[in-house]
């Protein structure tokens, strides 16, 4: 399985951005999928999770509201579209996978910097 993260950019406070992590070798349909960040002044924060069966969702408190996880299974892909973004949302962005069955994350996309900053 690999995962290629995408979207990350600049973007002023209040705005919007979608990321994507595209999946190969593997249907992202039967992966429960994860989207982590990270900066350097907090450790690292799963921000959102949709899991394989019934598509179930989690997110952080931190962006409850905010940020909406999707999945097209059609593209192999699932979003992270992060409205109303804060200076405090600037990090990088992994996607991580979840095997059927496993207790961990087993696979990493290489990760998409967000910056929020006017």
């Known amino acids: 399985v690999q995962l290629q993260a995408s979207g990350g950019g600049l973007v002023q406070p209040g705005g919007s951005l979608r990321l994507s992590c595209a999946a190969s070798?593997?249907?992202?349909?039967?992966?429960?999928i994860a989207w982590f960040r990270r900066s350097p002044e907090k450790v690292r924060e799963e921000v959102s999770c949709?899991?394989?069966?019934?598509?179930?969702?989690y997110y952080a408190d931190s962006v409850k509201g905010r940020f909406t996880i999707s999945r097209d299974n059609a593209k192999n892909t699932v979003y992270l579209q992060m409205n109303s973004l804060t200076p405090e949302d600037t990090a990088v962005y992994y996607c991580a996978a979840s095997l059927p069955g496993s207790t961990k994350y087993d696979y990493w996309g290489q990760g998409t910097q967000v910056t929020v900053s006017s």
């Open positions: 070798g593997f249907s992202l349909s039967h992966l429960s």
């Open positions: 949709i899991t394989d069966t019934f598509s179930g969702t």
